[in-house]
Structures are given as C-alpha cells and as structure tokens.
C-alpha cells in the first residue's frame, strides 16, 4: 500500500480518494476504518427531562437495560434514561460498540480481557474491573470483532 499526502489550498475539510484496481476486502476494511474514524470524534447526544446530556463515544464503557430503562455507564458517571437499546445503538459507532447479551451493549476498547468459567459462561472485564456477562448467541460474534479490531 502507498499512502501520499497531498497539499490543496481550496478544499476547506479533509477529503480522502482511495484508488486500487478493484474493489476488494482490502478496499472495504479501509472505507469501513475512515468511516468509523470520522464517528470516533462523535458523541452519544441523549435528552432527559428536559436537559441534553453528550457522552463522547471513547468515554461510555458500557449501555445496559433494566426493565424499561437504558442505562449507559463511563469512568465517572451513569445515567439512566428511558430509551430502548436498540435506538442507543443506532447512534453508536459498529467499530467500536459490540453486543454481549440481548441487554447490553459493550465498548471494545474498554475490555481489558475475556474470561470462561468452569460453567461454560463468558465474562468480558473492563478496564474498570467491572464484570459483563456474555451470552453465548453473542460470543462469536464479539470475539471476530474484538480480533478484528486488533
């Protein structure tokens, strides 16, 4: 791959041309990398109560359901809100957010590690120590994406 920088006075934003003879996974993990990289700087806008909360993306940790509320976690704060799961992840990067369970939504970067028990069962541990059960319908899935990621 040959990457080159090149100067243009006229364009105001940033502007990225990829060229290769075809169109192949190489092409494709790129788009799919620029893509995301640009909704990294993005933040999570949610509204409660009248007051606009904005959670930068690389701050959550994890988003959890309970019953009919949605909470989403950082280092420093919760907050709980009355939306579905679903909507919240609609919003989120796919890059970067990945399912556990049919309840929670997990940072990638935020997992220190994955552990099995005795039992079978999965665990992911955060960089905050806290523990996140992984269902198996969901393990592949987050396994591809966490190696994917690397």
């Not at 019953?67 to 919003?91: F, H, N, W």
């Not at 929670?104 to 523990?131: C, D, P, R, W, Y």
Request: aromatic fraction near 8%; proline fraction near 1%; glycine fraction near 2%.
């Amino acid at each position: 791959m040959r990457i080159v920088f090149k100067k243009n006075t006229q364009i105001k934003e940033l502007s990225i041309t990829v060229e290769k003879a075809s169109k192949d996974e190489e092409v494709d993990q790129l788009l799919c990398y620029l893509n995301d990289y640009a909704q990294n700087e993005k933040i999570l806008t949610i509204e409660k109560e009248g007051e606009i909360y904005k959670l930068p993306f690389v701050e959550i940790l994890w988003i959890e359901v309970m019953g009919d509320y949605t909470s989403i976690y950082t280092d420093t704060t919760s907050l709980r809100v009355r939306k579905t799961l679903q909507s919240i992840e609609a919003k989120l990067p796919t890059n970067q957010f990945v399912r556990t369970s049919r309840h929670t939504l997990v940072n990638i970067n935020k997992i220190k590690k994955i552990e099995s028990s005795f039992s079978g069962t999965m665990s992911a541990i955060l960089l905050n120590n806290q523990m996140i059960h992984v269902s198996r319908k969901y393990w592949q899935n987050m396994k591809q994406r966490i190696l994917a990621n690397d």
